[in-house]
Nanobody, 124 residues
């Protein structure tokens, strides 16, 4: 069993930065790839960024490539999403996720564990 708790969301102006954290519990955390997804009102949940179990491989949605960086600290059982140059269209609830079968989780329908989500609002 894995439990995920996100933090770090908030209100920021366009062009600003935020750092999201996802604290995980469970002995098998280090074995899983981790991902960040987001969902805004009226839209389907979408993949944002993912990282494999070792932290050596990362993958990003085209919409955030070059602006967002995902990383993980195994000693702290935590995954981070550094978000720079934020845009109004980045406004959404951001979720941390684990897909036990995937090297990097990219498909929300296959996710096994979700966090509760953290709201990110970017004002233009």
């Amino acid at each position: 069993q894995v439990q995920l708790v996100e933090s770090g969301g908030g209100l920021v102006q366009a062009g600003g930065s935020l750092r999201l954290s996802c604290a995980a519990s469970g002995r098998t955390f280090s074995s899983y790839g981790m991902g960040w997804f987001r969902q805004s009102p009226g839209k389907e949940r979408e993949f944002v960024a993912g990282i494999n179990w070792s932290g050596g491989t990362t993958y990003y949605a085209d919409s955030v490539k070059g602006r967002f960086t995902i990383s993980r600290d195994k000693a702290k059982n935590t995954v981070y999403l550094q978000m720079n140059n934020l845009k109004a269209e980045d406004t959404a609830v951001y979720y941390c996720a684990v897909d036990k079968e995937a090297n990097i989780p990219t498909m929300w329908r296959l996710v096994d564990y979700w966090g509760q989500g953290t709201q990110v609002t970017v004002s233009s």
